[in-house]
């Protein structure tokens, strides 16, 4: 990890860059797969799973018997974990469903109000490869079935022998998804986009995915598909002081790193902090991890950043803008309220990361790359569109009336003022 002592304020935007690569091939690659998709439909899918995957599907589209025979696999203990999460998530979302508009009354006979309303058809993707992320599942359907989405469309890379994790099939029919499809990559977003014969056009798509999943995701919304937000590579920063311990900073930070060698990880430690203390922490534990090679290829680029005091450290956490933000500190509530740019916030010595990427309740689904400044998570407010209404009696138009003509015929819009004029 590399350590930056005291860094000025001037010195803040090299430190918290994050990496970029030339788009230009990129955006070439997944042009030619968005075309080829919108011409070629079904076959433009099961060629390029054949030649980018290297698996051979015959039905893209998962059918209900394969659902019950991937679901029977599982263990009762998974079902059971799923399911716990599964009522946390929809626990919490289900208080952001608002049902009931609030009538405001501008003047005398004059009514507005506004209502949300489930988007009809929405796309899911979820990332499989070696971590398939069943747990996304639960994050973007059960706030989609509680929007009252009508059609949720899911679609994943399959695995080598063409099928669906089973844990994946579990999550998606215990949360209302109606159509399952084995498509990964640029070319799932492009189904998802331009609809083919086996997988549903949408009006919107979600989830996270590799570089080619979200330049697609980017250029098929300049073609009148919607996304959830901009999307880069996971990424955590943690607050430590004193109170914090070090083995609990170390495994939230490889909580992050083994996602992939891309995730950013960034640590900010007061003074009274040996940055030493982490480092060794890190070493003890990353020595253990499955994924050892891929979250040591994300902290070979990870940094520990050390100020003079938490008001400094909350500061830079707000310039960065992180995904998740753990505040592992004395009084770790009272510095929440400084917060002004995070995705998520994990409170306290307690409240891991890894928590809330699987059954607290919040969402998952957060912005990256810096967009936590001015994009919120996933929400249920996220699946719906807000539609406003206006309802006035002829008093309230009566009353309204001279305002609308006079500054309709100040902008030269006398169509506008007689719409009013006739009925007056």
Known sequence: MIVYNFPAQTKWAAICQRPAADASQLQKTVGRILQQVKQEGDKAITDLTLQIDKVAIKKIRVSAAEIKKGTATLSPALKKAIRQAAANIKKFHAAQVNNKPEI?????????????????????????????????????????????????????????????????????????????????????????????????????IFGPGNQYVTAAKQMVQLENTAIDMPAGPSEVLVIADKTANPYFVAADLLSQAEHGPDSQVIVVLTKDVNPDTIKQAITDQLITLPRQTIAQKALDNSKIVVVNNLDEAIAFSNYYAPEHLILACDKAGKLAKKVKAAGSVFIGHYSPESVGDYASGTNHTLPTNGFAAMYSGVSVDSFVKKITYQQLSREGLQKIGKTVMTMAQAEGLDAHSNAVAIRL
């Open 104 to 204: 405001i009354e501008t003047m005398p006979g004059i009514r507005c109000w506004r209502e949300s309303v489930g988007i009809e058809k929405v796309g899911l993707y979820i990332p499989g490869g070696s971590a398939p992320l069943f747990s996304t599942v639960l994050m973007l359907a059960i706030p989609a079935q509680l929007a009252g989405c009508k059609e949720i469309v899911l679609c994943t890379p399959p695995a080598k022998d063409g099928s669906i994790h089973p844990a994946i099939l579990f999550a998606a029919d215990l949360c209302g998804v109606t159509t399952i499809c084995k498509a990964g990559g640029a070319q799932a977003i492009a189904a998802m986009a331009y609809g083919t014969r086996q997988v549903p056009k949408v009006f919107k």
